[in-house]
């Protein structure tokens, strides 16, 4: 096997925006942002949208998106002149 062609595979914290919910795993993301865990070592933070907790298949909870901020932010950014 190659030697230092994998990148570096370690624990992180995944942040659920919009439930709270957090998690511990592992992957190859890395942040800036670091969080305390509760065995007292310290993580890098990844904040995401969606998770199990959040998302609407696994809660059978209906979530509203802003489709119309997303359409905007698209027009804005590929108006015709």
Do not use: C, Q
């Not at 570096?8 to 969080?35: C, N, Q, R, W």
């Amino acid at each position: 096997m190659k030697k230092d062609i994998h990148p570096d595979y370690h624990p992180v914290v995944f942040h659920d925006s919009a439930s709270g919910y957090e998690f511990l795993t592992k992957s190859t993301m890395t942040s800036e942002e670091t969080i305390k865990w509760s065995d007292g070592n310290t993580y890098p933070l990844i904040k995401i949208e969606i998770s199990s907790a959040s998302h609407p298949f696994f809660t059978g909870k209906k979530l509203f998106v802003d489709t119309a901020g997303r359409v905007e932010k698209f027009n804005k950014k590929y108006k015709r002149n």
